[in-house]
């Protein structure tokens, strides 16, 4: 059984930051492709930073304040969110791909206030 624990989320003010961190465990190997996403109330979830093999890309919104890093051997995945904003308030969700499959975690709640 794959299991993907997320840690980090909070309250937070504008212009602060926040860093989240994703581990998995159980039987999962060969883990390609690592990233975030985010669904605020009322919307769809969004990709936020994807990671493969040090290579990563960005959602136009978060470009220049959020980092996303990567362990594909220790299977973790990090987002350091800095310049925090009220539109940045989701439930942020962790992926991890291997082998064609996508691998959730429970999500972690994000709040920024104004």
């Known amino acids: 059984q794959v299991q993907l624990v997320e840690s980090g989320g909070g309250l937070a003010q504008a212009g602060e930051s926040l860093k989240l961190s994703c581990k998995a465990s159980?039987?999962?190997?060969?883990?390609?492709?690592m990233a975030w996403y985010r669904q605020a109330p009322g919307k769809q979830r969004e990709l936020v930073a994807r990671f493969s093999y040090g290579d990563s890309n960005y959602a136009d919104s978060v470009k220049g304040r959020f980092t996303i890093s990567g362990d594909h051997a220790k299977r973790t995945v990090d987002l350091q969110m800095n310049s925090l904003k009220p539109e940045d308030t989701a439930v942020y969700y962790c992926?991890?791909?291997?082998?064609?499959?996508?691998?959730w975690g429970q999500g972690t709640q994000v709040t920024v206030s104004s």
């Open positions: 992926l991890q791909r291997s082998s064609g499959i996508d691998y």
């Open positions: 159980g039987s999962i190997r060969g883990v390609n492709m």
